[in-house]
């Protein structure tokens, strides 16, 4: 399946010198101020934007762009130190929750917060530890937000303290069925529950097969892989997970309307299973021990467990840069993760930092010019819209509560715990033929592929001037600054080839594109300027080029 | 809804059609060798999540029951609900089908339907005591999801990598070249069962096949220039294999809806309603068009996926599986009166399939990931009103438990696609190609046909 090393050949070498196994910040080698001129580095810096935010925005380039590639680090310094914008205080503050109202007010956090970093990595973790409203989860707006906001708390946390409360989040304890999990129950056959212990090991923390700490699987004598468990240790964590329910119930079984989906579960002491299990890697739980005594011992055995920082950096790295980094990437990450240098495990600030102030990360794209990057996600195709164009509606609100059945993706609506895509996707054809990952492929498909585009067209061409029959909930663009450049096509097109591709639009695309604008003739109305820009936004967001973040 | 009032009249006024002329053009590049003649159309019904099939085909009074009832404690399915079956061979004791079923259990008693009994994922048959000494050789990570799904889906001795055995069906098919259209439709999720070494699937989650806004509409010449430049942006030459991939599926895309758009367009509407709010009936729907038009689209052997979840039920199980046994009869019901309106039924052979059972034992109010599992096939060419394969015992600790009732299959899935293979039209050297491990099973394939 890995096939990086063909493609990346010496200038890794090269680059492991020069980068000095860091990742730590500051690793990257960048040319002087002087010698670069002003595009090359507005380019770089939507680039950069692309992997960090939901979208460049041309002040956001303009203002990264009066640096050089290595000052990026103050600007993550910078994010990092902003306060969290809240999803819960977003949907809080509406006085009625409508139908998927947590959604418009997702859009809301995505298009306008200020800690555009904090969340972008809190989408990245949102699909990694998965939980969604297509369950049962429907009507727990708050608690869905408040799980979200849980996820950005640790963006630049320790995973450790996510482990803990993404285990004891009351969502997730639903989702997963660890809420109300209760000891074994001989003469009835009952026995733990072993979802969450299966599904926190597979898809959460370690996966499903021994690995490298580049994210490479270890093979045994014989050429296999290695499983990481067996079901006697699901079985195990089963059980250890068990005695846990909402907060404030006067006892287990009690029901009532107004659950508490916000506070962390509660333990119930009686329903805890309190025997000696034997864990990960041998660990041994001692018996009676308190329910959060057992808790913190499995979890901290999972998280000493070594495939933890290659699981989760590879992934990182995936959602936010590319999908086939190279296992020396992969491995400069998981060794940021194991130790941040302060001989911490599990800094996520560190390890964001380390992904994208690696050398691939800023320069991979040259190096590996077939295969490097990824395919933009539908969520972020839409928010990078809204953000690059100053898409506003009169209320204020990004009203799209249906942008599931539009896009085929919308925040913490996965159809399972194995969220929209797996990691490990690989389109059928010469993708997957040359050995290569294409993990957001999976969402796109001959049927919805149509209905994104579709569903771009609409989001460019009935939210322009000139075509002003809008409500006061219409997400509208704001074209004004591109259609003052319509007269100069050329011009035109370099703005939006920064925003929209980070200035790598070829000339055959370009072509094209003036074609289409031409059809409009030299018709100066409003209708028609409005058009002109809207044809060459639409043509370029679904070019092949354009949709896959390089 | 986002969309106004407006933008829904500007929707509906887009003009799906495409004239006769494009079409003929398209449809003449599916011209090819056929090795098919006939028409069949196979539909795989995948119950994801991991289908309870104990609650599925049941016990129903007497010693046996009593055993159920005492294995699964809440989990049990209370006698008055689930409906009596009288199998051509008995199993020795009284069974029968949970009564949500509906009108699955009377295609059973037409002999339409036929039940296999304990089937899963085996690289060869194993004994509890084998399983127990881990001394018998077992799929890769027996009760994960993906994992499981993938080894129903690939059926290969390593069951990681590589083509699925319907895009190997459809590789032996079509060796020199993919048609327009794939013999595989997936009309679910992706799925790795239909990608073939050479043939690729084509997906159309939801059943949904739209026109292109402001690309579709013949006598509007903006229209009609968008949809030249937008082809033309498609073609330009790029080295990057992501932005190919991306453009490939556009493309593909974009001539299908043409096709299809013709196709069913000229198919009379059926009469027949499919029960509201029900993602299977939804996809069925489309698959039975699909299957009405299959010799107009030139397409002797058609492929379907299809799929239902919410099956992976570890907890309040009970409530759930009665809505899901509900909307899945009457999914089926609808589905069948459709091919039957259409002239298609007897052409059609309709399998179910599902990643594992789930165990006996319950974990208080739902149950967990199991192993074999109870499954039906459905057509005219089934041999119905039976049941294939042996009632497991259900007894806790039994002969037939690995543990915590996750129950060792009896039959493998590789029997089961044989079977299945055999009816598609493939050669006994054929089947065995496709199926490299059923040499593992000396009772080889299933006699449902």
Known sequence: ?????????????????????????????????????????????????????????????????????????????????????KLYDILGSKAEYEWNEHINAWLYLAVTCDDQLRQRVAFALSEILVISDQDTLGEQKLGLANYWDI???HSFGNFRDLMTDVTLSPIMGEYLS??????????????????????????????????????????????????TYDQDIVVAYAHVFTGWNFAGLNDWYEWKEDFDYISPMEAYPDYHDTDTHTLLQGKVLPANKTARESLDYALDSIFEHPNVAPFISKQLIQKLVTS??????????????????????????????????????????????????????PLLRVTGLWRAFHGAAATGKYEFSWIL?????????????????????????????????????????????????????????WRIKGNDDFDVDTVVLDLDEEIAMVNDLDKLLDKLNLLIMAGTMSTELRDAVKEMILEHGEDSGEWHTSMKVAEAIFLMLNSPEAVIQK | MYFNRRDFLKYSSLTMGMTGLMASGLLAKNQKKKKFTDS???????????????????????EKYDEYKSSRQNMAIAQDKITEITPKTSPGFSVGMHSKLGKMVDFFNEGKLALLANVGNLVKPITRDEYRNKTGKLPMELFSHNSQQKQWQLLTPSSEIGPGWAGRMADLMNSDETPLISTNISLGAFNNWQVGK????????????ASYYGMSNPDDTTDMKRREVFKKILAIPNEHLLSNAYGQIQSRAMQITDLLKVSLGELKASSVTYPADNWLGYQLQATAKLIAIQEKLEMPRQIFYVEMSGFDTHDKQVDRMDELFKQLGEALEAFW???????????????????????????????DHGWGNHLFVMGNQVKGGEIYGKMPSLIIEGEDDSGDGRIIPTQSADQYGATIAEWFGFSESEVTELFPNLSSFSDGKIKFI
């Open chain 2, 337 to 367: 009166k459709d091919l039957e309106e259409y002239g298609v039924a007897d052409r059609v052979l309709m399998f179910s399939s599902s990643e594992f059972g789930r165990t006996i034992t319950s974990n208080g109010d739902g149950t």
């Open chain 2, 40 to 62: 069949k159309a196979l539909v795989c019904i995948s119950l994801a999540g991991g289908m309870d099939g104990y609650n599925f085909l049941l016990p129903v009074s007497g």
């Open chain 1, 151 to 153: 996820l950005a708390k």
């Open chain 1, 178 to 227: 660890m809420k109300g999990n209760e000891k074994p129950n001989l003469e009835e056959n009952i026995r733990p529950d072993e979802n969450y212990a299966r599904e926190l090991m597979q898809l959460f923390t370690i996966g499903l097969y021994m690995l490298n700490e580049d994210g490479t699987p270890k093979l045994d004598s014989d050429g296999n892989k290695i499983p």
């Open chain 1, 1 to 85: 399946m890995y096939k990086f090393w063909l493609i990346f050949p010496l200038s890794y070498l090269l680059l492991l010198t020069s980068c000095g196994g860091g990742g730590g910040g500051g690793g990257t080698t960048s040319t002087p101020l002087s010698e670069e001129s002003l595009t090359v580095r507005q380019q770089k810096a939507s680039r950069f934007l692309a992997q960090s935010t939901f979208g460049a925005t041309e002040d956001d380039i303009d203002s990264l762009s009066k640096t050089t590639v290595k000052d990026y680090n103050q600007w993550i310094t910078d994010q990092m130190a902003l306060p969290q914008t």
């Open chain 1, 324 to 377: 086939n980094p190279s296992p020396a990437y992969v491995k400069r990450v998981a060794k940021i993760f194991n130790n941040n240098g302060k001989n911490v495990k599990g800094d996520l600030g560190a390890v964001v930092r380390a992904i994208l102030m690696d050398d691939e990360a800023r320069n991979g794209h040259l190096k590996a010019p077939t295969i490097f990057g990824k395919l933009r996600e």
């Open chain 1, 405 to 461: 059945e539009a896009f085929k993706q919308a925040p913490l609506q996965a159809p399972s715990v194995f969220n929209f895509y797996s990691p490990s996707f690989s389109q059928p054809g010469p993708v997957a033929d040359a050995g290569y990952l294409s993990p957001e492929f999976q969402m796109y498909d001959e049927s919805s592929i149509i209905s994104m585009t579709n569903n771009l067209y609409a989001l460019i061409y």
């Open chain 2, 198 to 209: 050479s043939s690729r699937p084509f997906n159309m989650s939801g059943g949904e096949i």
